[in-house]
Structure formats: C-alpha cells, structure tokens
C-alpha cells in the first residue's frame, strides 16, 4: 500500500513564501512522474507542477517563475517550492505519484494554504 503525506501548508501573507513537503512510504525507483496539483473553493482541481524521474519539469502558467518542484530520491520526498504567494494560490494542495506499470496513480491527502493578509 502507497502512503502519501503532504505537510508544510499554512496561512501566509501575499509575497510570502512556503515549502511543500510529500513522503512517499515507497521508494523512488518506480516512479515514473510526481506533481503537485491543487484545489480551490469552487474550482476543479488543476495542475500545479510535475517532475519526471529524470528531472524534466512542467508548471503551470499561473505559477511558473514563482513555484519549483523538486525530490529527493534517497529520502523519498517530493518538494514544492512556493515563493510570491498570491491570494489566488489559496488551495488544498495534493500530491499525487504515478508508478512504472501501473494504471492508476496515489494521491495524498492534502495541504491548506492560505494566501492572505
């Protein structure tokens, strides 16, 4: 069974920062993609940013410049970066790890943060 934590979500001030973190109970070298999607009140739940097993990289529009997407292999963790929070950043934030031959990807259970003053 895949577990999937997410922390580091908080309130913070627009042009604030936070750290995302996601710890994966398994080991990296399955994985075939990680990313970070999100979830606003009213909103679907979009993309926010993935990272591939080697490194390649892919954001949103909305957060590209301000968010950065990282792991670390050796300590199973998934990272998101967020620098100049804006108030429409405001979401539940989810991990979500898709695995080498499986179908369906594990998603976490989510992480609010806040953007406001």
């Known amino acids: 069974q895949v577990q999937l934590v997410e922390s580091g979500g908080g309130l913070v001030q627009p042009g604030g920062s936070l750290r995302l973190s996601c710890a994966a109970s398994t080991s990296f070298f399955n994985i075939a993609r990680m990313g970070w999607y999100r979830q606003a009140p009213g909103k679907q739940r979009e993309l926010v940013a993935t990272i591939t097993s080697g490194d390649n990289t892919n954001y949103a529009d909305s957060v590209k410049g301000r968010f950065t997407i990282s792991k670390d292999n050796a300590k199973n963790m998934l990272y998101l970066q967020m620098n100049t929070l804006k108030p429409e950043d405001t979401a539940i934030y989810y991990c979500?790890?898709?695995?080498?031959?499986?179908?369906?990807?594990?998603w976490g259970q989510g992480t609010q943060v806040t953007v406001s003053s």
């Open positions: 979500n790890v898709a695995y080498r031959g499986i179908p369906t990807s594990y």
